[in-house]
């Protein structure tokens, strides 16, 4: 039978050693009281279960403020234990009359494999707070999470340094499949339409696959509740900066056998706002929508979702430079060179894509705490992108990118106290250029195949949690591409690897946790650190098979293939530690992880090279041993039940430690400190709630030595292949932002004003591709409103 | 008998795996098609003709025979042009990428008028007319444009030069060729838009 143990902290308030908690345990859905949960006062002997009314009293308490653990067996359906009570499930209302003020913190319950890993989730409520930003965005707020960017409307989650194919971002269960290279290519997935996504800090390569060397980012949808009266949610919101707009509207509804949900969702911006300036070329349009279905038999459950998002984002005008004047124009100008009065039109450069995602999925309980799992998916990427260029409204870049997923998990009964997950995974890419781009494809076409087997396993002996995992992967490619002088080149390979995960978790008091993780991980380069051969946005790039180093000399005159290249996979060794207690209203988090990736790929500028046009900046691919180090700070103090503030600071140190230069675009060190003022009950809101949130992130002190794109240009500074590592402009200076947040909550409505950079401060953020061209944005007030419905009896 | 019944059941599921499994197996192995490269320059040749005898031509080339690759741009000659004659300054334009299949982008300009110019730098007073040193700094300095795009702008696949009596030698002449949809108009220069190519000769005239 499976137990599922939900922590909630409490705080109740009276007189010493005469503390009383009391309270009533609920399904947060259908608002029925739950009984017979346990609910134990953690660090004491006391414990009591609720009633038939929920309700629970406990006398006699020692400490104004209690840590509750509530456990609930099988409380979903006693003869038949799945996973639809999610923590969401439950909640506890407070007693009036010995509790002052409950607060709830719910700990999800981590994805097996991972349990011994780093991991943090953000709930509906932070999303809805503004459901027009990216997922990358979504996550910064937390420490060791930040984001590389093209502009306003791209983002890439960088986690603890790494990010683009070396993090996994698993939607609905599966690797979203898309073209996951470069700076430029963000997720497709709408935020909005998420109810929770977690951040996995570790090498969740056993688990996940490897791509997840860097970490996981976990998205999901409506969990398909049962027994779930009709829902409603109906969102709207609007930005000052970009004048942006957004709807969304999410309906559902869970009978005894069924679960429903449809979402939709609209947003629009136009061209944002530096502090002095419109950054012409900027806005976006995205659409989505979603749905899922569940049947419930027995002990079987038949899920399916689709989802489908569209989108058409702008990228700045200004960052276009195809010719070496208008690149150095570009970057010595303090102001972009194409500022424009605003506008909502998205023209060139800019990137439609679709993404189609559907997903069967089979679970079936087939005895007590046991179950096998089998999940098929079929995404369907396609992606335009478009340049400035002579034939401007022809993509020159037109890929469709189709993934099929295919998973069978075995969960399997306690075995000799073991608890465990086995695997078997085959996962499919066919990448295809579509004619007529008039230009030679920048990826070429492929076929990746990979068959996967893996087994998790973790052992609780006392306080302590072993968790141990084992991977193996087969994955062949097959790539044909073009020359430019449109001669076919083709390469096939495979690789075959093992991958491990070793953790511990210590409970070393009722107040402090101790977790340790060591992952190792691979990854095959991908296709465009391999292959790209062209001019993309403002660089030109050489794939690592595209190019021969000469005596310092590059020579791309021929594609070599992979067998007979010194290119290797990427391996990946990452210890992460984390220590986290909480006593007399504070609570530290200590995150410290060492992470040694050998055979590390990375794109860095070469120098200029000769063209029709005049002297061109040149980027190339390069391979090296590099190490990452840092750590993640967290505190949270609570000084009153409705004052709490929470300090966060984050460190990295990167460097390429084979040949002791640094690496290029690392995230610098940051700081921020967030005070929270929880008003509760005021005027006629329901609840109020304030937090100020300063930040500073700091100019990156590794950043590599500047050369400027005119003394390469001029040929006072000439470099070969083996120069030092270099960047075309200095790492920015660091900068300090202000914002500024007010949510309240009236009947069913709930809101939320924010202002992101209240102080308009003009800054430019080190990992923002655009950062040589133009100002990040400036002051933005953002208001969302959201209507929730919730039907009161579950007519069945 | 319940047990068989879901076994049943999974099997079912089992065969629907293994037989989607089999489909998305079946990979294609299509090359991308082959693409006119339009975007890129490899050779540029400027043919000035003696308006007076059309068999005076003089010719001077530059080429960057791998485009995007490595391989740097040439200059292969020097612009060497006689004294006190008119001459009319056409170019060849070419993507020779493919040598099978060489791509003729001076029509693509002449398509796209009204999104190219032309531009010229030269060594102070280097010719009678146009006087000056060219248009490269100042938009409106004078360069005999001998054709104009649909809303009557200048283009510059035509222009006329006139040589004085002073003879020069190891001068400059410069051309630029720029990009400027959607903001060209009589006033743009040589700084706007983006740059399709800019090449120094050295220029004598003996």
Known sequence: MMLVCYHFFGFAQNQPCNYSVSGNVLNADTEEPIPDAVVKVSGTEKQTTTDENGNFKIDGLCSKKNTLIISCIGYADSTRDHEHDSEIHFYLTQEVTSLKEVTIEAQRTKEKGTETISQVTIGKAEIASNPTQSLASALSGLEGVTFSSTGANVQLPIIHGLYGNRILILNNGLKHGFQNWGTDHAPEIDVASANNITVVKGAAGVRYGPEALGGAIIVEPSPLLLNNPFYAALGTGYQTNGRGYNANLEVGQGTENWSYFANGSYARSGDRKAPDYYLTNSGKEEKALSFGVLRHLNQWDFKINYSFIDQNLALLRSSIANSPDSFIRAINSDEPVFINPFSYDINQPNQTTQHHLAKAEVNWWYAENARLTFIGGIQLNKRDEFDVRRNADIPIIDLDLLTYDYQLEWKHPKWHGLDGLLGLQYFSQNNDNNPGTQTTPFIPNYNTDRFSAFVVESLDFGKNTMEAGIRFDFETNDVRGRETNQDIFRDNYSFTNFTGTLGYVRQLSENSTFRTNLGTAWRTPNMEELFSFGQHGFKTTFGLLRFQDNDGQLSTSEVIPLDESDVDPERGYKFINEFMTRKNGNTHHLTVYSHYIENYIYDRPIGVFGTIRGPMPAFIFDQVDALFFGADYNWEKEWTNSLSGTFGLSFLWSGNIGDNDPLINQPPISTNFELQLNQGKVWWFDSSRWSIRPSYTFRQFQAPRTVTPESLVDGSVTLTTDSEIFDFADAPDGYFLLDLSWSFSWKNLHGNITAQNLLNTGYRDYLNEMRYFADDLGRNLIFTLNYNFKSRNNNE | ?206
């Open chain 2, 1 to 206: 008998m319940k047990m068989i019944e879901q076994f049943r059941n999974f099997r079912w599921i089992a065969l629907l795996f293994m037989a989607i499994a089999v489909v998305s197996c079946s990979d294609d192995d299509e090359a991308p098609e082959e693409e006119d490269e339009l975007e890129v320059i490899t050779d540029v040749t400027l043919i000035f003709t003696n308006t007076s005898d059309a068999s005076d031509v003089v010719r001077a080339s530059a080429e960057d025979p791998d485009g995007l690759g490595a391989q740097s741009l040439v200059v292969l000659d020097a612009i060497t042009l006689s004294l006190d004659t008119e001459y009319t300054l056409t170019f060849d334009i070419l993507n020779a990428l493919d040598e099978d299949d060489i791509e003729d982008i001076g029509e693509e300009i002449e398509d796209e008028d009204d999104e190219h110019q032309f531009f010229f730098s030269f060594t102070e007073d280097a010719f009678a007319d146009p006087s000056g040193d060219g248009n490269i700094d100042t938009a409106s300095d004078p360069i005999n444009y001998g054709d104009e795009d649909d809303n009557g702008n200048p283009l510059g696949l035509s222009t006329t030069w006139t040589t004085g009596s002073d003879a020069l030698a190891g001068g400059n002449f410069t051309v630029r060729l720029k990009h400027q949809p959607d903001i060209k108009t009589s006033t743009t220069g040589a700084e706007d838009g983006e740059t399709d190519f800019n090449l120094s000769f050295v220029l004598n005239i003996q």
